[in-house]
Structure formats: structure tokens, C-alpha cells
Nanobody, 124 residues
């Protein structure tokens, strides 16, 4: 079992940056594909980014490609989301998630474990 705790959210002006962190418990962090999803008020949860177990491959939603970077540190059991050039439409609760299966999915129902979420608000 994995417990995930996000941090780093907050209020930022458009064009600014934030770095989200997700700390995982347990000794098997490196065996999970990790991802970030987000959910804005009144909208469905959507995929943001994912990273493979060893960190060699990353995947991004078109809406964040070139602005966000996902990374992981398997020694610190932490996954990060560096968010640059933030836009008001990036405002959402951001969740990290862990998937025990191989391969990367953009679908939330594939992921086994979820954090509690961290609020990101981008003002115009």
C-alpha cells in the first residue's frame, strides 16, 4: 500500500510558477508509475502528466506541454510537478496518483492510490 501526500499549492499570478511535490510512503515507490491529475470546479478530473517507474519517460496533456515538467526522485520517494507560465485555466485541485501496472495510462480509473489534493489558484 502507498500513501501519497501533496504539497506546494497556492495562489500565484498568471505567468508565475509553482512546484508541487508528492511524498509517498512505503518501500516500493519505484515500482509505481506516477501521475498528476487535476480537477477544476464543475469539471471532471483530467490527466496532466505521468512518469514511468525509472523516470526515463514522461507524458503530458497537450494543455500543459512545454510549460509543466514532471520528475521523480526514487531515493526520496517523491514526485514533482514544476509548473511554469501558469494561466488562470490551470486553476484546479491537483492530485498525484500511483499505478501499480506497467505502462502509462491517461485514465484516472487505472490508478490505485491517490493523494488528498492541493489547491492551485492562478489569478489573472
Amino acid at each position: 500500500q502507498v500513501q501519497l501526500v501533496e504539497s506546494g499549492g497556492g495562489l500565484v499570478q498568471a505567468g508565475g510558477s509553482l512546484r508541487l511535490s508528492c511524498a509517498a510512503s512505503g518501500r516500493t515507490f519505484s515500482s509505481y508509475v506516477m501521475a498528476w491529475f487535476r480537477q477544476a470546479p464543475g469539471k471532471e478530473r483530467e490527466f496532466v502528466a505521468a512518469i514511468t517507474r525509472g523516470g526515463a519517460y514522461t507524458y503530458y496533456a497537450d494543455s500543459v506541454k512545454g510549460r509543466f515538467t514532471i520528475s521523480r526522485d526514487n531515493v526520496k520517494n517523491t514526485v514533482y510537478l514544476q509548473m511554469n507560465s501558469l494561466k488562470p485555466e490551470d486553476t484546479a485541485v491537483y492530485y498525484c496518483a500511483a499505478d501499480s501496472q506497467s505502462g502509462v495510462s491517461y485514465y484516472s480509473d487505472r490508478y490505485d492510490y491517490w493523494g488528498q489534493g492541493t489547491q492551485v489558484t492562478v489569478s489573472s
